[in-house]
């Protein structure tokens, strides 16, 4: 069945460095991955999306690679900062039915 | 423009209690959903909707009623609750096809 997971729920890095998320995947068949970030006590807020057919896509600090052969999702964060700080979540969705399922989450630390 | 708005916030209620969540965008999207979040299982999706009159499940339903007859709501019943069903709860929206959702800020439930 369709899955989303994380390799690893903690991530702690040093502020200026430059973080990197995991993600594994299941279901070879979504059309689109989706990465978001939760901070303490709000909703989840989108951050960058990769379609099925591309390998990279970058934004504004942000890098997610798609590696299709070994089903794998990664969320690169330049210059990690503390507003960094937050639970993300990777995220896949068929375009059929335009829902989109979660993965568990890890959760990013800025040491100081 | 508020964006998505969810109430109550906070809710206690003893089990077999019935309540609905209300959940209202402004942005004149087609699509909405609704998640509920617990400790460890990330974000898992209950029901969901692409327009009005239109609803379907997602990966837990059991347990919840919903309803889509305007755009804007799409509440979420609960008619007998469980301790189970003591969660952090979402409604998100989007244009159909889109992967940015827009989150509300959430409703923390407890059934005692």
């Known amino acids: 069945g369709e899955s989303v997971g994380l390799h690893l729920p903690t991530l702690s890095v040093q502020e200026g460095d430059n973080s990197i998320i995991n993600c594994a995947y299941s279901?070879?068949?979504?059309?689109?991955f989706i990465w978001y970030k939760q901070e303490s006590g709000k909703g989840p807020q989108f951050i960058i999306d990769?379609?099925?057919?591309?390998d990279k896509r970058q934004g504004q600090r942000v890098t997610v690679l798609l590696n299709k052969t070994v089903k794998h999702l990664s969320l690169q964060i330049a210059a990690t900062q503390p507003g960094d700080s937050a639970v993300y979540f990777c995220a896949e969705k068929l375009n059929r039915d335009d829902k989109i399922i979660f993965g568990k989450g890890t959760r990013l630390h800025i040491l100081p | 423009n508020a964006g998505v708005t969810q109430t109550p916030k906070f809710q206690v209620l003893k089990t077999g209690q019935s309540m609905t969540l209300q959940c209202a965008q402004d942005m004149n999207h087609e699509y909405m959903s609704w998640y509920r979040q617990d400790p460890g299982m990330g974000l898992r999706l209950i029901h969901y909707?692409?327009?009005?009159?239109?609803?379907d499940q997602g990966e837990v339903p059991n347990g919840y009623n919903v309803s889509r007859s305007t755009t804007e709501d799409f509440p979420l019943r609960l008619l007998s609750a469980a301790p189970s069903q003591t969660s952090v709860y979402f409604c998100?929206?989007?244009?159909?096809?889109?992967?940015?959702?827009?989150f509300g800020s959430g409703t923390r439930l407890t059934v005692v």
């Open positions: 998100a929206s989007s244009v159909l096809g889109g992967n940015g959702y827009t």
């Open positions: 990769i379609r099925s057919n591309m």
């Open positions: 909707s692409v327009g009005a009159g239109i609803t």
């Open positions: 279901n070879s068949a979504s059309d689109y």
